[in-house]
Structure formats: structure tokens, C-alpha cells
């Protein structure tokens, strides 16, 4: 089976808490903190793996985890930091977070790698908090929580030259007799249910080694999702090169060729702007013999290489294999990629250090920030010291002034990331937050 679009849940390990631990030693009376830092949580890359050309590996497991880091221990040991995932995927992979629709990476070549979740950071130890006036703190950070999202992967093929026509124009054949591929051959449409990849030798004296793409069948409507080749319609993205291949022998073959170029047209103009080829197919039977002078003609006039062929015989294939020829690139070039270049993309978080209040659907107050968040998630509510020192930093960064101004009472629920509480009092103190039961 072929896949070439998948959603998966990528969960990054957590951060190790930090250790509020103090030193035990004979003759060390009133030891001071010596609690160590937890360990990074692991987080989760995709990298390229030329020897895959399907998502197959995704079709049965969507959910991928990374270990989370090791809580820190007494006598500042740190804890152990949680392995990495990387999960392989073949070349041309486009990576999307599914919520946004944003892209976070297009994979493109070889051993090109992009981290998809974050694992979260290792909480401190209590040693980090002792100052000259408080000798025995018994504050440690939690581990910050790995990010989660669903992604979903997009699979373009990336080939050197895309075959696209109408459904029984003879796609297969023609890759057949061009590449050592053995598609699955048929005198019926929809023969071909999933794209196939071969590699073309023009020649002895000419050391490029093109690949093809024989993309399913498409129909009128296509582009909108109509037929089987709408899904397909992606692969021939990256192509440099389309062979356009029209059934000679069809009622229509004007209209056939028409209704191809609507639809690239439909999907993306960009795919008229590369060079195409025309291939006239089937001029071994009468009917198209008879009308392929006319074809010829109209694509000419509009200025479109166009060739008569037979593939089932090898018929034209010599010089069809020259004509594409001089359509490729150099040998150096198509060593490279072709476009669009791989690109991983770097977002800036710009709620870093700032922050933002707003009201969530059922009435709840959210502040929004990354600094704030990851101050929430790092704080043990049921150590008093903790507590207090949360508030401290939230009245400091501006956040009591905010929330008050945006009219928060007794009872109200502030959310700070994943992190619940409830607003209980109108002035700071330990009491006043609680994490709803």
C-alpha cells in the first residue's frame, strides 16, 4: 500500500523534577542544600531516509513518545537526560502542524532533520535558590512538560520527470518501456492506484539518470477532488519536467489534453510554467493515425513540443528519450534536489518573555506567554515556599496588574497553560491559590 499522507501525535519527554534535598554528613551540623537538577526530557526529530519512499511505517502506529529526564538526587547528582526519538522519513516529506496548518518543515535532502517536539527543560534543584538570607530553601522546580501536538506529514515524491494523463492513456506502459519498472499493466482504467518510480538511461554517452513518476490516472474535477488522481496531484510538485500523455485512440484527444492542462492549471499554475512534453500515444491504430496530423498542429501553434508514440511497440521511444534529454538539467544538477529546497522552519515565540490575558469559552481567565506558562508548570503547589514564590514572580512580571484590570473575582479560574487555579482573595498570600480539585 502506498501512503503518502499521515497525522501523528508526537509527545516529547518531560523534564526531571529538581531535588529540595539537604546535606547529611557527620560532623556537618545544619548542612545546607545540595538537591540537583532534573534531567532534560527527550524530544522527537523526523530526519530523511533515502532508502523510504512511503509513509508505511506510520499506517499502524500514529502515537510516538520520548522518555522523559530523571529527577535530580541529594548531593547535587543531576538527573539522567531522556533520550531523543528520531523517526526516519522518506525524501520530500512536507511537515505541518495539524492544528494551524502551519509548515514546520519540507524534508528534502538526505540526512536533513528537523525537531517536531521539544523536550521539556530539567527542573533546578533547591541549591539554586540559597542566598545570603535564605540558607535552607525548600523550593525545586518541576520538570517542565514535553510539548505535544498532532503533525501530519505530507509526502511529495520527488522525481525528476512527472507523467500525468487521463486514466487508460497508457502511463504505465510508457514507463515500462522507458525505465526497469513493471507497473501493473492493463487494457482497463484505474489500472494504476498508487504513483510509480523508475529511473530512465538516456543512453551511453550520457551518464544522467533521471527519474520518473507515473501519478494515477486524473479526471475532470480532479483538482477539486474528483477520481482517484486528486491525492496524487502533489507528486508532480517537484517534478522539472512533465510528460503530458494522451491516448491517440480516444473519441477526443483535444479534449483530452485540455482537461489535463485545466486541471494543473486548477492546482497549481506553476506546474504550466515547467517544461512540458506532449505525448501522442497509440499512433499504431488507425483511429489514431488518422488524428494525430491534426494534434500535431494545434501544438505547435501553441508553441508545446509534442511526439507520436507507441509504447506498447517501442515505437518513437528512441527519440522521445532524446527529447527529454535536452529538457533535463546537467548531471550536476540533477544530483541536487529539485525545487523547492528543503527548509526547516524557525518560528519566533513571541510571547517569550511577554504575556497576554484573555477569557477562554466558559469564562475562565487564560494568561498567555511562554515565560508565565513555564513558570506554572515548573511550580509544586503543595510546597507553601513554591506557591509563594509563583506569586512573587507573577506580581513582578505585571500579571496581578493585568488580571485585576481585566475585572478577575473570588472564585474566577486562571489557566496557565495546562496549570488550573482559582482565584480565592483580593490581596497576594498563600492562600489565595488553589488548584481546583
Known amino acids: ?136 530553601p525548600r523550593h525545586a522546580q518541576k520538570g517542565e512538560p514535553g510539548q505535544e501536538r498532532w503533525v501530519r506529514l505530507e509526502l511529495r515524491l520527488i522525481a525528476d520527470i512527472g507523467l500525468v494523463g487521463l486514466p487508460n492513456a497508457g502511463k504505465s506502459t510508457l514507463l515500462a518501456a522507458l525505465t ?40 475532470e474535477g480532479a483538482s477539486e477532488g474528483a477520481g482517484l488522481g486528486h491525492a496524487f496531484l502533489r507528486h508532480i510538485e517537484r517534478t522539472r519536467v512533465l510528460v503530458h500523455l494522451v491516448d491517440g485512440a480516444a473519441r477526443d484527444p ?31 491504430l488507425p483511429v489514431a493515425a488518422e488524428a494525430w496530423p491534426a494534434f500535431q498542429r494545434a501544438r505547435r501553434s501553441e508553441g508545446i513540443p509534442v511526439l507520436a508514440i507507441a509504447a506498447s511497440e517501442g515505437r518513437g521511444i528512441t527519440a522521445f528519450r532524446t527529447a527529454l534529454g535536452k529538457l533535463l538539467p546537467s548531471a550536476e544538477t540533477l544530483a541536487e534536489p529539485p525545487e523547492p529546497t528543503g ?47 509563583f506569586q512573587r514572580d507573577l506580581e513582578r512580571m505585571g500579571v496581578d496588574a493585568e488580571l485585576r484590570r481585566a475585572g478577575i473575582a473570588r472564585g474566577d479560574l486562571v489557566r496557565f497553560g495546562e496549570v488550573e487555579l482559582e482565584w480565592s482573595g483580593e490581596a497576594w498570600s498563600a492562600e489565595r491559590w488553589a488548584e481546583p480539585e
Do not use: C
Request: hydrophobic fraction near 35%; charge should be negative; glycine fraction near 14%.
Open 254 to 284: 483535444e479534449w483530452d489534453h485540455q482537461v489535463i492542462r485545466d486541471e494543473l492549471l486548477a492546482h497549481d499554475p506553476v506546474l504550466l510554467e515547467k517544461p512540458i512534453l506532449v505525448a501522442f500515444n497509440k499512433v499504431d
Open 180 to 219: 526497469a519498472a513493471h507497473p501493473k499493466i492493463a487494457d482497463y482504467p484505474f489500472t494504476t492506484l498508487e504513483p510509480n518510480l523508475g529511473v530512465m538511461d538516456l543512453g551511453i554517452e550520457d551518464r544522467r539518470l533521471p527519474t520518473i513518476a507515473d501519478v494515477p490516472g486524473l479526471i
Open 1 to 136: 500500500m502506498f501512503l503518502d499522507r499521515v497525522k501523528i501525535l508526537v509527545r516529547a519527554g518531560a523534564g526531571g523534577d529538581g531535588a529540595a534535598t539537604f546535606r547529611q554528613e557527620a560532623h556537618v551540623p545544619r548542612g545546607g542544600p545540595d538537591g540537583g537538577d532534573g534531567g532534560r526530557g527527550g524530544s522527537i526529530h523526523l530526519t530523511v531516509d533515502p532508502g523510504q519512499t512511503t509513509l508505511r511505517d506510520f499506517s499502524y502506529r500514529h502515537h510516538f513518545r520520548a522518555d522523559s529526564g530523571g529527577r535530580g538526587s541529594r548531593a547535587r547528582r543531576h538527573g539522567k537526560a531522556g533520550g531523543d526519538l528520531v523517526l526516519a522519513v522518506p525524501p520530500g516529506t512536507a511537515v505541518y502542524d495539524d492544528e494551524t496548518g502551519e509548515l514546520i518543515a519540507d524534508l528534502v535532502a538526505s540526512g536533513q532533520a528537523a525537531m517536531v517536539a521539544r523536550g521539556g527543560r530539567g527542573g533546578l534543584g533547591n541549591t539554586h535558590f540559597k542566598t545570603s538570607t535564605h540558607q535552607a
Open 343 to 389: 527548509v526547516v522552519v524557525h518560528r519566533i515565540e513571541t510571547l517569550e518573555d511577554g504575556f497576554g490575558v484573555e477569557r477562554d469559552a466558559d469564562g475562565a481567565f487564560r494568561v498567555r506567554g511562554r515565560r508565565v506558562e513555564r513558570l506554572a508548570a515548573q511550580t509544586n503547589f503543595d510546597v507553601e515556599e513554591s506557591s509563594e514564590r
